[in-house]
């Protein structure tokens, strides 16, 4: 049973920095794409980030230069490291394994960048 579990959400000001982290259990971080999605009130979810299995990153165009998607096999684990927050950036952030033909979502947890 493959389970991912976002962690690290939170509240802060604009300008500073975030580290969230998507634990997973069930398969191994390094086989599939790993992706981070984000979700903000009224808007679809939008692919932020994602890591290959050979480590080949991708961005979205708004947030290049500010986040960067790592990965940890030894612990099994993806993480986000968000920059220079912005109040646009506010969302629910998802981790996704795989990419829709066989994939796993976490819960989502909450980001919210106050002006």
């Known amino acids: 049973q493959v389970q991912l579990a976002e962690s690290g959400g939170g509240l802060v000001q604009a300008g500073g920095s975030l580290r969230l982290s998507c634990a997973v259990s069930?398969?191994?971080?390094?086989?599939?794409?790993m992706g981070w999605y984000r979700q903000a009130s009224g808007n679809e979810r939008d692919c932020v980030a994602s890591?290959?299995?050979?480590?080949?990153?991708t961005y979205e165009d708004s947030v290049k230069g500010r986040f960067i998607i790592s990965r940890d096999n030894a612990k099994n684990t993806v993480y986000l490291q968000m920059n220079s927050l912005k109040p646009e950036d506010t969302a629910v952030y998802y981790c996704r394994y795989g990419l829709g033909y066989n994939d796993y979502w976490g819960q989502g947890t909450q980001v919210t960048v106050s002006s």
């Open positions: 890591i290959g299995s050979g480590g080949r990153t």
């Open positions: 069930g398969t191994l971080v390094s086989r599939n794409t």
